[in-house]
């Protein structure tokens, strides 16, 4: 019996990730992205990063890697030299 009915193929791909990804933003340059989680045959580790600006979004190992969907740029904000 399957439990997780996201996966099974009952929706289209694209809408049903995007219903069920959370939305993250990125704390450096406000980029946000949607949150999803796959699951690898083998345990790996690896680093998400910003598209934008590089920074690290998530730190992942084990077999269930988090994959960030681009959703909206980056604000435009004012830098002062502070
Ligand atoms: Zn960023």
Redesign the pocket.
């Known amino acids: 019996m399957v439990t997780s009915a996201c996966q099974s193929g009952l929706f289209d791909g694209e809408a049903a990730m995007a219903e069920t990804g959370r939305i993250i933003s ?1 704390e ?2 406000t ?1 946000k992205y949607v949150r999803t989680e796959v699951l690898l045959p083998i345990k790996d580790v690896g680093i998400c990063e ?1 598209a ?2 590089g ?1 690290e979004l998530e730190r992942w190992h084990g077999r269930l890697v988090p994959t960030f969907r681009l959703h909206a740029p ?1 604000l435009p904000r004012h830098s002062s030299a502070a």
């Open positions: 990125c450096v340059c980029a910003c934008y600006c920074s980056p």
